[in-house]
């Protein structure tokens, strides 16, 4: 599964966006189910958690990602936030404020749909949105310069390296959508009725802009995959196989923490327990 992880600069143009995997609804099926189990387990460890951070364009599938790769989760075990427009009290913090909020506790997954990542992507794109922000040295867009973004990835990198050594297994997924599989995906919403209410005008909108993004995505991508929060490249459209690759991803990184295991009884309770079902059986 490396094959998909960054571990040097890549182009976006050059990586493959349509790859099907034989069997991948079958594979997903057995691994989805090892993570679960494996949550479990890590919940009783108590000394983990797992950030999954999921980015793509609209249209590539992170919402049924979601719902297919976390299916046997306890429901208990996993988190899901997704980030849309900051809001007036978000708006009143720093910008990775809520993602801290949001943040998965000791034993639990977190799934970001949408992520922190936003606050270089679609603001680069519209800087114009950075003027919400209230950031004392940010008075036009004129002051929005290169520095800046440099800053805010080096805040982005800070920000995971810090979660990563408090003990933060994080990926991040960019689910790699072409531009006509999106047209395609966005005409589905328009001729079937049942899907319409997910169709904006919005969407059209911000495809017109797809190259910019495609160099926003380039750029954050190689910018902050680090060995400590890597970022896996997906091809997406084909969604079965996307949503395999990420599930088996995570399943072949997370079983490499051999510390992680089911704690042992206490010695007292470990001698005891024929005693205690004696008790139970015979109340």
Avoid at 41 to 49: G, T, V
Avoid at 191 to 198: A, I, L, S, T, V
Avoid at 244 to 261: G, P, R, S
């Amino acid at each position: 599964m490396n094959t998909y992880k960054v571990t040097s600069p890549i182009k976006l143009k050059n990586t493959e966006t349509n790859e099907v995997i034989d069997d991948a609804k079958k594979e997903l099926k057995s691994i989805r189910k090892k993570l679960g189990d494996w949550q479990n387990i890590m919940y009783a460890h108590d000394k983990y958690s797992v950030l999954v951070c999921l980015q793509g364009m609209d249209t590539a599938g992170k919402d049924s990602l979601i719902r297919e790769v976390f299916k046997d989760f306890n429901v208990r075990g996993v988190q899901v936030h997704s980030f849309k427009v900051p809001t007036e009290q978000e708006l009143g913090h720093d910008y990775l404020w809520r993602h801290y909020l949001a943040l998965p506790e000791r034993g639990k997954f977190g799934v970001f749909n949408r992520t922190h990542y936003e606050n270089v992507l679609v603001t680069r794109v519209h800087p114009n949105y950075i003027l919400g922000e209230g950031i004392p040295t940010v008075n036009s867009v004129e002051d929005i310069d290169d520095a800046f973004w440099d800053k805010r990835f080096e805040q982005i990198n800070s920000f995971e390296k810090h979660l990563a050594e408090n003990g933060t297994v994080i990926f991040k997924f960019f689910l790699n959508l072409s531009k006509e599989e999106q047209k395609n995906r966005l005409l589905r919403r328009l001729r079937k009725q049942e899907k319409n209410w997910k169709f904006s005008a919005g969407d059209l909108k911000e495809r017109k802009l797809w190259s910019k993004y495609q160099d926003c995505y380039e750029d954050a991508i190689n910018r902050t995959s680090k060995p400590h929060a890597p970022w896996y490249v997906i091809p997406a459209d084909d969604k079965p196989t996307a949503r395999y690759l990420v599930a088996k991803i995570m399943h072949d990184a997370l079983m490499a923490y051999a510390d992680i295991k089911e704690p042992e009884l206490d010695d007292e309770t470990k001698a005891n327990i024929e005693t205690y079902k004696y008790q139970l059986n015979n109340e």
